[in-house]
């Protein structure tokens, strides 16, 4: 079974401050990984993905993740934080359902906030 | 022009009832699913359909039942509502192959609230 465990629920950096948010996979096959943002009230919006081509892959709004098969992680990134990054973050992999189509599993999501 | 619409936005209803949520994606797509997030934020795939087709279909009470009329449309209907489905339900939709890696998009969400 495919699963991702996403460490810290709750992330708080200040403006400007490096963003760390981690991502840790279990999978049987070499997965694919996603990160997605959901603001409040939204749906949710990939922000990148992992499909075994470069290991480390960037993302809209200057965030990048980098694919590490040795510590089976996938964070995700950015250097300087803004306000507006203020949200919950999801990282995914996939699960093959039935027939051709794949299931995302999600981590439980981190919170980030950002103070001014 | 938006791309995965979901109606209503709100929902509030009272335990035992019968209530629909639509979804329609514009995107033409060939995928559509089905997410419950629950007061914890936890997101879960409940139902996924290809090309009108059943595909994926998760450890999900028979009270729901999923209906897509086309490919652009996945209704999710629940009957017997109780306090437990209060949640948020999101449809989502993707162009799916043998590539397993396509995006999917999601709607802006339903949140479900059973009195």
């Known amino acids: 079974a495919q699963s991702v465990t996403q460490l810290g629920s709750h992330v708080s950096v200040s403006e400007g401050a490096l963003v760390l948010l981690r991502c840790n996979y279990s999978s049987s096959v070499p997965p694919y990984l996603f990160w997605y943002v959901q603001y409040p009230n939204q749906g949710l919006q990939l922000l990148l993905k992992y499909t075994s081509a470069a290991t480390l892959v960037k993302g809209i709004n200057g965030f990048e993740a980098e694919f590490k098969k040795s510590e089976t992680s996938f964070h995700l990134t950015k250097p300087s934080a803004h306000m507006s990054d203020a949200a919950e973050y999801f990282c995914a992999v996939t699960k093959r359902g039935g027939g051709s189509n794949y299931k995302l599993t999600f981590g439980k999501g981190t919170l980030l906030t950002v103070n001014p | 022009d938006t791309a995965v619409s979901q109606t209503p936005k709100y929902l509030v209803t009272q335990m035992g009832n019968d209530k629909s949520i639509k979804c329609e994606q514009n995107l033409g797509h060939d995928t559509m699913y089905w997410y419950k997030q629950d007061s914890k934020k936890f997101l879960k795939i409940m139902f996924s359909?290809?090309?009108?087709?059943?595909?994926i279909n998760e450890t999900v009470p028979n009270r729901f039942s999923p209906k897509s009329p086309d490919k652009a449309h996945l209704n999710l209907h629940i009957n017997s509502l109780e306090l437990g489905d209060s949640a948020v339900y999101f449809c989502?939709?993707?162009?799916?192959?043998?590539?397993?890696?396509?995006?999917?998009?999601f709607g802006p969400g339903t949140r479900l609230t059973v009195l």
């Open positions: 989502a939709s993707s162009q799916e192959g043998l590539a397993g890696y396509n995006e999917q998009f």
């Open positions: 359909y290809n090309n009108k087709e059943l595909i």
